[in-house]
């Protein structure tokens, strides 16, 4: 309960990312159950998401994000859109700070090789 919590803003901003984030691992396994949803700009929007992915207009990258694991993305989506600090995103994901920095390079690294190599399934309706 946020009434009874005690420590410094750092701990309690990591304490409610590390809920929102198992909110979101039990979401992702539910629709793991069901067809998965395709990762669109109109679908973030629709949930009332600013993902940068993909208001950024490029169908590219949009393309791109949707070649990439729900994981990826959402540790794309703390590092970059959310600007957590990799010790940040180490306690919501419950991974070392080291792991964290290591998931999150390749993470860049693949979405970055999907966009410089044109390597992409198309996934994005016109």
């Known amino acids: 309960s946020v009434g009874s919590f ?12 590390s809920i929102a984030h198992a ?3 039990d979401d992702h396994r539910r629709r793991d159950r069901r067809p ?12 009332g998401g600013s993902d940068i992915f993909v208001t950024s207009g490029d169908p590219d990258l949009e393309v791109a994000m949707n070649q990439l694991t729900e994981e ?3 540790l794309l989506h703390l ?3 959310l600007e ?3 010790k940040e995103i180490a306690r919501v ?3 070392s700070e080291v792991a964290t920095r290591v998931a999150i390079h390749r993470c860049s690294r693949r ?3 999907l966009l410089s190599h044109g390597d992409m399934e198309s996934t994005v309706e016109p």
């Open 6 to 17: 005690s420590g410094s803003h750092s701990q309690f901003r990591s304490w409610v990312f």
């Open 79 to 81: 590092r970059f859109v």
């Open 72 to 74: 990826q993305r959402s």
């Open 111 to 113: 979405l970055r090789e």
């Open 93 to 95: 994901t419950d991974r």
């Open 84 to 86: 957590l600090s990799m």
């Open 23 to 25: 909110r979101i691992v």
């Open 36 to 47: 998965e949803t395709e990762f669109t700009a109109s679908h973030d929007r629709a949930q």
